[in-house]
């Protein structure tokens, strides 16, 4: 058994070898295309040993991804979180343009792991408990942040940043300025730039801007003129004494959420 483990081990070293010249032009390639695959570190290899590094070397990298994801979920089902975070740096490193990576990891930290960590029972400290409910939402901004500087060229990371900033760290300024760089993607769904607005104008000393914005996007057509928006352009408008006749949705129907 161990001289086929070494022979596989051996097949996949030699591999790698031959393919590394490929590889660093495809490297160079697609960090021209945005594409800013992590590099195999020291660290790596640490993480996932000596097998699963040749392994990663050799192209394997979306399987042993994927392998370290099941493993990652089964490290939440038995509420690993310590566990569960490491594995998603290494997932994360492997596969750094995969979406959905970053934000499950960063939805398991700052929702799932921060949750678990402020009804922690077995700690009986509440301060203790709300720095380790901080310290798991702070990693699960991180990793968004560093998912949008591994896809630049993609909202979903920007909109996920600002619900977690909206949500849980109640940083509105913040939330409304992802929410922005979200929206002005061509490919980025309506709500976003409702978003933006929204958050904008509950940042203090923004509100005449986000007035301006939301106003903008009510005069754009119907498809921004839901509820939420029109209700806040009235509230805004009185709370911001625009003249009558200047008012966009002083006409407008008003309706419950």
Not at 7 to 18: H, K, Q, T
Not at 164 to 177: F, G, M, S
Not at 220 to 249: F, H, S, Y
């Amino acid at each position: 058994m161990n001289g086929r483990k070494f022979l596989a081990i051996g097949l996949l070293g030699a591999f790698g070898a031959a393919i590394l010249p490929l590889q660093s032009l495809l490297q160079v390639e697609a960090q021209a295309a945005h594409f800013r695959k992590a590099g195999l570190s020291i660290d790596l290899r640490e993480r996932i040993g000596q097998a699963g590094f040749l392994a990663a070397l050799s192209g394997f990298r979306s399987p042993l991804a994927a392998i370290l994801w099941i493993k990652a979920h089964t490290a939440w089902e038995n509420t690993e979180w310590g566990r569960m975070a490491g594995l998603f740096e290494t997932v994360t490193t492997l596969q750094p343009r995969s979406l959905t990576y970053w934000d499950m990891a960063a939805w398991h930290m700052a929702w799932n792991a921060s949750v678990a960590a402020l009804q922690n029972e077995k700690q009986p400290s509440e301060a203790l408990r709300v720095r380790a409910q901080r310290a798991y939402i702070q990693l699960g901004k991180d990793f968004l942040e560093r998912g949008i500087s591994n896809n630049p060229d993609r909202p979903e990371l920007h909109v996920q940043l600002g619900v977690l900033l909206r949500d849980k760290l109640e940083d509105h300024c913040a939330a409304a300025n992802e929410f922005f760089k979200a929206a002005q993607f061509p490919d980025a769904p309506p709500y976003v730039a409702r978003f933006a607005g929204y958050e904008m104008a509950k940042c203090p000393g923004r509100e005449r801007e986000a007035y301006h914005y939301l106003r903008q996007l009510y005069q754009a057509g119907e498809k921004q003129r839901l509820p939420t928006l029109i209700n806040l352009l009235r509230k805004m408008e009185n709370d911001l004494d625009i003249p009558q006749a200047d008012r966009v949705a002083s006409g407008a129907e008003s309706l419950e959420d």
